[in-house]
Structure formats: structure tokens, C-alpha cells
């Protein structure tokens, strides 16, 4: 029971068969003054009782403050929570390199999780950067991989690449990537950043570009070589 009605001939009287009651001091009630009745001629005869409600005060305590988290264990409790909305079962690994936050996932909804030519992993990748961005307001460089993915991508890629560069020798031709997100752009830049016979640039608008892999010009009896890594 956290509240009790009571009487008694005083005030007094009253708050302390509360206190009693309620095995509580007068400064842990709140009290309500509920009626005085006096019996006799004009309250100048008979007898008066006090009736009070006493309740127990609510005290607030307050909110254990949360507990710092490094942006790598946030976004793996943010993935975490996130499989359990879509009812997507899958593990995550957080690690954190020099330049970048890395998740490592496992599922067994791989081909769900990443979609048509990674088109969902790069979706999921954004929104943990927008979740990571807000909560820490920074910008932070990030990479989600699902079932190894990125890197059999990644070996894919740098093949088909060779095999242009071999026609581009060939032929003096410039020859043209299909569209990249900027993570595999990188790789192809980077693939040929020391090469001194192939040039490499971007170009297109929007979130996936073409890389333009041309040979390098030859001016004034030298090579130029010029890495385009946007």
C-alpha cells in the first residue's frame, strides 16, 4: 500500500499515525488534508478530528549516464539492432584500422543483405554512416562487408581492369569501366597508381562513376603520368 487515509483530534496526530502506517518520515509523504469535522453548538462544545490522505512521494532517481562507446561499438549495436527489425539474422565483427571502421557480417541472407551488383550493402553502408555521423558529428570513413563480398569484388575487378589496360597498351585507346561506387573506384586508381603506362580518372555525376583507363600522353620526349584518384 503506498497511500492511507487517516484521522486523529490534531494535525499532528494525524501525520503521525501516517508516518506509523506507512513506516515512512513526514518529508517522504505527500499529504492531503482531506476534511475537519467539528461536532457541538458553533465548535464550541464536543470534539474535532483532522482526516488526511498520505502517500508516499514518488522520488525520481536519476538515469545511470550512459556509458561512452567508440564509434566501432556503436555501429555494430546499430547493425545488431537493425537485423532484428528486418528479422534478417546476421553477426558482425567491428574492427578499426588506421584510416577507416570496418563491420564484418555474416548472414546466411548474404544475396538479400547486399542485392543486385551490391546496390543494398551500399545502401546499409549509408545509412550506418548517416546513424554514425549524427551520433559523434564527424565524419567518419567506413566499410561494411557482408560474406566477404567486397573483396571477391575486389579480386573481379582488378582482373577486368588488367584486361582493359592490356587493350588500352594495345590499341592507344582509352577504354571505359562500367559504373563504380567510389570504393571500387579507389581500387582501380590504386591498381595503376605507380603504373607508368596507364593513366586513370573518374568521370560521370552522382554516386557511381566510370573509370577512364587511357594510356599516359608523351610530351617533350618524356612520359607523363598522371593518377586521377577522385
Known amino acids: 500500500m503506498d497511500f492511507i487515509e487517516v484521522e486523529g483530534k490534531t494535525y499532528e496526530e494525524a501525520i503521525r499515525k501516517a508516518t506509523l502506517e506507512l513506516n515512512a518520515e513526514e518529508k517522504d509523504l505527500d499529504i492531503d488534508v482531506k476534511e475537519v469535522d467539528t461536532k ?3 465548535g464550541l ?5 483532522v482526516r488526511i490522505t498520505a502517500r508516499l512521494r514518488v522520488i525520481d532517481i ?3 549516464p550512459e556509458e561512452p562507446q567508440e564509434p566501432e561499438e556503436y555501429g555494430k549495436k546499430f547493425l545488431e539492432e537493425l537485423s532484428r527489425f528486418v528479422g534478417l539474422s546476421f553477426s558482425v565483427r567491428a574492427t578499426k584500422t588506421k584510416d577507416r571502421l570496418m563491420f564484418l557480417v555474416q548472414s546466411d541472407h548474404g544475396d538479400i543483405l547486399i542485392g543486385k551488383d551490391g546496390e543494398a550493402l551500399e545502401a546499409l553502408q549509408y545509412v550506418l554512416r548517416l546513424a554514425i555521423t549524427k551520433r559523434y558529428k564527424q565524419g567518419l570513413k567506413l566499410l561494411i562487408d557482408i560474406n566477404g563480398y567486397r573483396e571477391k569484388r575486389k579480386n573481379a575487378l582488378t582482373l577486368t581492369a588488367k584486361r582493359l589496360a592490356d587493350r588500352v597498351k594495345r590499341t592507344g585507346r582509352a577504354l571505359k569501366t562500367d559504373p563504380l561506387n567510389p570504393y ?7 591498381l ?3 603504373n607508368k603506362n596507364i593513366n586513370t580518372k573518374s568521370e560521370g555525376e552522382g554516386h557511381t562513376k566510370k573509370v577512364v ?3 599516359n600522353k608523351i610530351a617533350d620526349g618524356n612520359r ?4 586521377g584518384n577522385r
Do not use: W
Open 45 to 49: 462544545l464536543g470534539s474535532k478530528k
Open 184 to 190: 571500387e573506384r579507389r581500387v582501380v586508381h590504386t
Open 40 to 42: 457541538g453548538i458553533l
Open 213 to 215: 583507363i587511357s594510356p
Open 224 to 227: 607523363k603520368f598522371v593518377n
Open 192 to 194: 595503376f597508381k605507380h
Open 62 to 64: 536519476p538515469e545511470k
